[in-house]
Structures are given as structure tokens and as C-alpha cells.
């Protein structure tokens, strides 16, 4: 109220035009989107860094990643498996985020409809769950996963990794695609079942490709957690070894270029996917306009 | 009216009663096994934890039993209470820098980007890369003859002696780099929810942009800056990672020590005392947020 009673005279067009479209403009407009490719620059240094490096030639006997740039080679591509243990490390994180996904995806899933459809006792609970497990710092996960363990005296191994992953994972995937059914109209499930389908017709004719872009999303959320998993995994592992473990115990003896290799393969498919998803959804917006950004 | 439908239909259809009650089962059947997956391997260790941390346990056979021995809370709080202080000031330092380079990050995707998508996969981007290889790839580039001090000490703009690696710093920067998408990611959310009419009138009663940023805006977007705060600090002031790569021996936080004692010498009772403060803290904030900023409005930042 102050600020009218401030200015009584009556602003000029200029004035009330917040961003001024077209022609000239202040150079004040400019600050923001030079300021935002700044960050968007900082956040690829690493990753630049390791897609760089791992071109990087190395002439000592046991290769190791130099800051020294001694000519690009392709190398540790060809040789990508030449370390002992580091491709089975990889290989081994890759099974399991796939086993991890496929379970968290399919519960996920199941819980999300049950908490965007129905009223039931328990719901609010439930939510609260899940809000504190994302919630909660990853440390206390895993020791508390491991003070589990080991008082029911479990061997740890790849299915304690495999428990632990889907732990951390159904949430996530679960508010994703509780956040795509929020917009979805139950009504088309009553016109299917009208004109005859059964339940699993209508499921698997009308639900579920509805829903399919939402579960796709949290699958591969599910999966970058997972593939990336260290905290916890270091916790609950035993013996196994996945692949950010075998990296984090290659660092204090110094890393293999392989291993910005394999970091450089998981970056670009997931990119790729990513990519994909995006020009997926691009299109599916351009077909039904009231969808959800 | 409705029930009134539905009677008649009852009469006419009676296997419309059997759905009545699939519609009271299906959402445990559908939530079921989600739900029971996250007591069995979430809510119980926890309550294991807790019982850990009041349990004795033998220091060669490691066997532990309950004797409701609460001491080792203050023992681990003398013994580790400056590593406390320290977890947390990196862990502020961090968020705080996160929140200051991110917000404007945020504004500009939500009030002017074009291809919003695109560049919210843009800061989704390091998440593509293992946590630990981003790591790495800061003690690669902060390295005291790396490209960058070492190009300064050649050119002898630092001492030779500087170095940023094994410092406060060096963690303080390696946290706020890793974070960076957890507090961007919340506080767009907040700026994108702003009803645009609400600005427009802010300008019809001849607001200026600044008066409409502080007056409008910011307040507005307070609840994604909490929200923010909240998923960035907790995590990263129970990170070891950063401390251990980039951090030297010099400066352990909260989760090194857990975890050390965890998995190098087994003194499980101090490192759930340890796990059961910090997960408290993370209660009590989250719990503060839903006091203030009402408890549902949380989980819309996650």
C-alpha cells in the first residue's frame, strides 16, 4: 500500500512493462542467462574432465590417470576390460541395478495406485514412509541396514545389495509416478469396463499405457540410483564388490583409465535415454495439451 | 443421490457388492508389498539401530546383548563432538553456497527459459556420472600441481606451498558441487508454482521488479527454499565421501567416523549412538518444516 501512495502519478507504458519484448534492450537482461551457462558450465567440469582423460595415453608400466596430457589415444577402449576385477565390478552393478529396478518399478508402481485411487486407512502413514526415507541421509540407511543384518546374523552379499537398492528405489519410483496418475482420468477405466472389459483388459488396455510414461521415468530414476549407489551399498556389500566400491578403493592407489572409460559409457547411455525420454515427451505434450508438465 | 444409484444397482448386479469389498482390499493388496519392503528393511533396522545403540557388546567375539546402557550417547557426543561441529559448519557452509548459486539458476529457468526441460536436464546432468567418479574428478582438477595451481604456481600467482586438496575448503567445495541439483531442484519447483496473475498484480499496484522480487517472489518461494535447505543439508552433513577423497585425514565428518566404526573397528553401539543423533536431527527438521510450513507441502519439493 505504501508503494501507492509513494508514486501517485501515473506510470509511464515503459514502466509497466516488467521485460520489454523485442528491440533494445538493457544489458541487465542479459545478466541472468550469461550467469545461468556459467553454472550450467561448473556442473560439467568433472564430467568434461573424465571424457577428456579418459583419452588420455599413459607410458608408465601400470597405467594410471596423469594430469599430465601425453596425447590422446582410444586404448583404454579397446583395453576396457583389461583390468582384473574392474569389469566385473561394472558388470555386477549393472545386473543388479537392472534386478533393483525391475522389483522397485513393479512395487512402486502398485503402491502408487493404491495411494492415488484410494481412501484407506493407513494412507497418510504411508505417505510419511516414504517422505522419510527419501528424506532420511543416506548413512543412516545403510548402517542401520547393516545393525540389521547383523543381529539376524545375514551374510552380506549381492542380495542384501539387492534389498537394500530396492529400499532406497521404490520411493522415489513411487512419487514419480504418483505424480503422472495425479492427472489421470479415472473415468476412461469406467468406460472400458462399460463397454465389457474385464479388469485385466482394462489394466493392460487402458491403464497401463497411460500410466507407461510415468513408470518409465521412475525405472530410470530407479536405475541412476542405483548404478550410482555408494553410501549404502559400502555398508551392506560384504565381499561383493559393485562398481562405484571398486572405484572408491582404486583411489587411494590410483585409478586405471578404464574407469573414466566405464564412467564415460554409463554418462552417455544414460544421456541418450535421457535425451529420448524428453523428445518422447515433447511429442506426447504436442498431442494432448492439458498433460503434465 | 449416488447412493441411491448405487442401491439400485446392488439390486440388479450382484456381484457390483463383491467389488465393494475388492474396493476395500485392493489398495492393501496394490501397496502391500511396497510398504511391507520399506518396514521390514527401513522401519526395523532403525529400530534396530536404536536398540544397537543401547546394547553392549564384546570387543573380540562381537557379540552384542541388551543392557539398556544409554552412556554411549554421551560418550560419542564428548568424544565426537567437534567432528559434530565440524560436519555441520561444512554442511551449512555447502547448502548456503548451493542455495546462493542455485536460486538465480532456478529464477531464470522457471520465469524465462524457453526449453525448461532441457536445461532442468542440464542440471540433472552429474547425477549421469557415479558420485564417486565426480569426486575423483574435483581431486583430479584441485590436485596441488593440477591444471589449475598448478598453471598459478607456475606462473607464480600462489606460493608453491599453497594447497586447496586435504583442506575444509576442499570438502566444503566438493559437498556444494555434489548437492547443487538437490537445492536447484526445489527451489525451481517453488519459483514455477508462483501464480504469474499474482506478479501481474503486484506490477498493477506499481510495484517495480525489485519490489516485486522482494515483496512477491522471494516470500513465495520460501517454502522451496526450506525444502531445499532441508534435502541438501541433511544429506550432506552424513556425506563421508567428500571428506575422505578430498578431505585429507585432517578433517573427517560425522559419516567417516560412522563408518569407520562401522566396518574397519567394529564398535557397532558408537556408531548407531552416532546414526541414531544424526537421523533425530534430520526428525526434528523436518518436523520443524511441517510445524511452520504445514506437513504436506513438503513432500511436493521431493
Known amino acids: ?293 | 443421490m449416488e447412493q441411491h444409484v448405487r442401491a439400485d444397482l446392488r439390486g440388479v448386479e450382484p456381484e457390483r457388492r463383491h467389488n465393494r469389498l475388492g474396493r476395500t482390499l485392493s489398495p492393501y493388496l496394490l501397496g502391500g508389498p511396497a510398504i511391507l519392503w520399506l518396514v521390514v528393511f527401513f522401519l526395523v533396522p532403525l529400530v534396530t539401530m536404536l536398540s544397537l545403540s543401547i546394547q553392549t557388546c564384546d570387543t573380540f567375539t562381537l557379540a552384542c546383548k541388551l543392557t539398556w546402557h544409554f552412556g554411549e550417547f554421551p560418550d560419542v557426543i564428548s568424544k565426537f563432538g567437534d567432528t559434530f561441529v565440524r560436519s555441520f559448519i561444512y554442511a551449512g557452509a555447502a547448502t548456503f553456497a548451493t542455495l546462493v548459486v542455485s536460486f538465480p539458476v532456478a529464477y531464470w529457468i522457471a520465469f524465462r527459459a524457453k526449453r525448461k526441460n532441457f536445461f532442468l536436464l542440464l542440471l540433472l546432468l552429474p547425477f549421469f556420472v557415479s558420485f564417486v567418479i565426480r569426486t575423483t574428478a574435483w581431486q583430479f582438477l584441485l590436485s596441488d600441481q593440477g591444471i589449475v595451481l598448478g598453471t598459478l604456481k607456475d606462473h607464480h600467482l600462489l606460493p608453491q606451498s599453497f594447497h586447496v586438496l586435504a583442506t575444509g575448503w576442499a570438502v566444503i567445495a566438493g559437498l556444494a558441487y555434489n548437492y547443487l541439483p538437490f537445492t536447484a531442484l526445489p527451489l525451481y519447483v517453488a519459483l514455477e508454482r508462483i501464480d504469474r496473475h499474482v506478479l501481474e498484480a503486484s506490477h498493477d499496484l506499481y510495484a517495480n521488479r525489485r519490489v516485486a522480487f522482494t515483496r512477491v517472489v522471494l516470500p513465495l518461494s520460501i517454502p522451496g527454499i526450506f525444502a531445499a535447505f532441508l534435502l541438501t543439508f541433511v544429506p550432506a552433513s552424513g556425506d563421508y565421501v567428500n571428506a575422505a577423497i578430498l578431505g585429507g585425514t585432517n578433517n573427517l565428518m560425522i559419516g567417516n567416523i560412522i563408518q569407520n566404526r562401522f566396518l574397519l573397528l567394529p564398535d557397532y553401539p558408537a556408531a548407531s549412538a552416532l546414526s541414531v543423533i544424526l537421523m533425530v536431527m534430520m526428525l526434528v527438521g523436518i518436523a520443524l518444516y511441517s510445524k511452520v510450513l504445514g506437513s504436506r507441502t513438503i513432500e511436493e519439493y521431493v
Open chain 1, 1 to 293: 500500500m505504501s508503494t501507492l501512495a509513494e508514486s501517485p502519478s501515473i506510470p509511464t507504458a515503459k514502466e509497466l512493462v516488467p521485460v520489454p519484448r523485442g528491440g533494445r534492450r538493457r544489458w541487465t537482461y542479459f545478466v541472468l542467462p550469461i550467469y545461468s551457462s556459467a553454472v550450467f558450465l561448473y556442473l560439467l567440469i568433472p564430467i568434461s574432465v573424465m571424457v577428456l582423460y579418459s583419452f588420455n595415453q599413459s607410458h608408465s608400466a601400470l597405467p594410471q590417470l596423469t594430469f599430465k596430457w601425453q596425447g590422446a589415444t582410444t586404448q583404454w577402449y579397446r583395453e576396457w576390460n583389461g583390468i582384473p576385477g574392474l569389469g566385473e565390478a561394472f558388470f555386477l552393478s549393472i545386473k543388479l541395478a537392472l534386478l533393483s529396478t525391475l522389483v522397485s518399478a513393479v512395487l512402486g508402481t502398485l503402491l502408487a495406485l493404491a495411494l492415488v485411487r484410494y481412501r484407506f486407512r493407513g494412507k497418510r502413514v504411508s505417505e510419511q514412509v516414504l517422505f522419510t526415507n527419501i528424506a532420511a541421509p543416506e548413512i543412516v540407511l545403510g548402517a542401520s541396514l547393516l545393525g540389521f543384518f547383523i543381529t539376524l546374523n545375514v551374510d552380506r552379499g549381492f542380495s542384501t545389495l539387492l534389498i537394500a537398492h530396492v529400499m532406497f528405489c521404490v520411493a522415489y519410483v513411487t512419487i514419480t509416478v504418483r505424480s503422472r496418475l495425479s492427472g489421470f482420468d479415472p473415468m476412461l477405466e469406467q468406460a472400458a469396463q462399460d463397454l465389457g472389459a474385464t479388469p485385466w483388459v482394462t489394466f493392460r488396455k487402458v491403464t497401463l499405457p497411460l500410466i507407461f510414461p510415468g513408470i518409465l521415468a521412475g525405472a530410470l530414476l530407479a536405475f541412476v540410483l542405483s548404478i550410482d549407489d555408494f553410501v549404502t551399498s559400502n555398508f551392506v556389500s560384504g565381499k561383493t564388490i559393485t562398481f562405484p566400491l571398486w572405484v572408491y578403493g582404486a583411489v587411494k592407489v590410483g585409478i586405471p583409465p578404464q574407469v573414466f572409460v566405464l564412467g564415460t559409457s554409463i554418462f552417455l547411455a544414460g544421456l541418450v535415454i535421457a535425451i529420448l525420454n524428453l523428445i518422447f515427451q515433447g511429442r506426447e505434450r504436442s498431442t494432448t495439451p492439458a498433460a503434465e508438465g
